[in-house]
């Protein structure tokens, strides 16, 4: 079994009618409950729902403290290339658009390395575009054995590898992955990719759970909000959240919250997500979750994630770049997307300290 059998269980069903259904004695009952099923977390998306954010929040609140404290931890990407053979309608890597594309060699990847430890942070996530011709995973393996100088814990974002392939990099020094479906309807997912290898819906499906099964540390999915009706997307990015979490309770699950961002070429997103719709969909996923991470990264601007400390979200990126070397590189490949936070790590820390929280720069240390 796969997560895909848990898909098509639910892609049939009757979203509008369910959702439109909602009661407030439904919404009432659900926040009385210890553990939530599926159909109390689709509850919990519905319009419905809206009208009882607050005592959402507190809830959600109690349960990130009783299971986080007031930690949150902190990272920052580094791109490593933006060289891409997809096209997806909705990035500013398609293959497609004429951006400065480049490469980082391993000198510069050090240079990156120097400037982020630099601000203390001890996270990376690195990333590329999707080519095996120009970051196959033996580079990878290379951008990890200098980024080990100077992190404890290094995450991927990259193509969907094989089980073999994990494990590989996992030997190396990775221990996280973060993998966006971004689209978990099928048939949108073929629309707005339209050529390249990203066209495999299920290979891209089964991704984290190949992660899983080669003994991935920490795993991190999402749909990329904006591309699809937000609240079928919420419900199977939780929905696939639990499976794993339930199958693989050795590996820690977390989900990003992610919506569209500006970037190089003219998608304009089919369904647009507000600052409410993100923080319903952020408070239905801790309740029905109470143990999943939740990233809210420098796409939001500052006060929106400033106001969502404590609420559910317990990772946050700082002083990111979608430039390739951007950190420290003069001769930078053009970014993914526009950031709306473009505050130093130093900020950020400041933030969470005026807030009670603790920023954690180090909470993981490979043997």
């Not at 939780?238 to 693989?248: C, F, M, N, P, W």
């Not at 979608?322 to 590189?329: F, K, L, M, R």
């Not at 997307?337 to 720069?361: C, E, N």
């Amino acid at each position: 079994m796969s997560f895909y059998d848990v898909y098509l269980k639910y892609k049939g069903f009757d979203f509008e009618g369910f959702l439109n259904s909602v009661t407030d004695s439904q919404i009432m009952k659900i926040l009385s409950k210890e553990k939530l099923n599926d159909l109390d977390f689709l509850a919990l998306l519905s319009d419905k729902a809206k009208e009882y954010l607050e005592p959402m929040a507190i809830k959600a609140r109690q349960l990130t403290l009783k299971n986080f404290g007031r930690a949150i931890l902190l990272y920052t990407p580094l791109y490593l290339s933006n060289y891409c053979v997809n096209q997806c309608a909705y990035c500013g890597f398609n293959c497609k658009n004429k951006i400065a594309r480049k490469k980082l060699s391993l000198d510069e990847v050090r240079k990156e390395a120097e400037a982020i430890a630099s601000t203390g942070l001890k996270h990376i996530l690195i990333l590329t575009g999707e080519s095996r011709k120009h970051t196959p995973v033996s580079y990878i393996k290379s951008c990890v054995e200098v980024l080990k100088d100077y992190f404890s814990s290094i995450s991927i974002e990259v193509y969907p590898l094989d089980t073999e392939e994990y494990a590989e990099l996992i030997e190396a020094g990775v221990d996280g992955l973060t993998l966006y479906q971004e689209t978990y309807d099928d048939e949108v997912y073929m629309e707005v990719h339209l050529k390249g290898p990203k066209r495999n819906y299920r290979y891209r499906l089964d991704a984290p759970e190949r992660a899983c099964m080669a003994s991935m540390r920490c795993v991190n999915i999402g749909a990329l909000l904006g591309l699809n009706d937000w609240q079928k997307e919420a419900f199977f990015t939780g929905l696939h959240a639990s499976y794993l979490q339930d199958k693989y309770p050795d590996v820690e699950i977390s989900v990003s919250l992610p919506r569209l961002r500006p970037h190089f070429g003219n998608f304009t997103p089919r369904s647009p997500v507000s600052d409410k719709d993100l923080v319903q969909i952020m408070l239905a996923i801790r309740l029905f979750m109470p143990r999943a991470g939740i990233t809210i990264s420098t796409r939001e601007r500052p006060q929106l994630r400033d106001n969502l400390i404590g609420l559910g979200v317990t990772k946050l990126s700082a002083g990111s770049s979608t430039q390739v070397g951007g950190h420290a590189i003069e001769d930078k490949g053009d970014g993914q997307f526009d950031i709306a936070d473009t505050r130093s790590v130093a900020q950020i820390r400041d933030m969470l300290y005026s807030k009670g929280f603790q920023p954690v720069f180090k909470d993981w240390q490979a043997i």
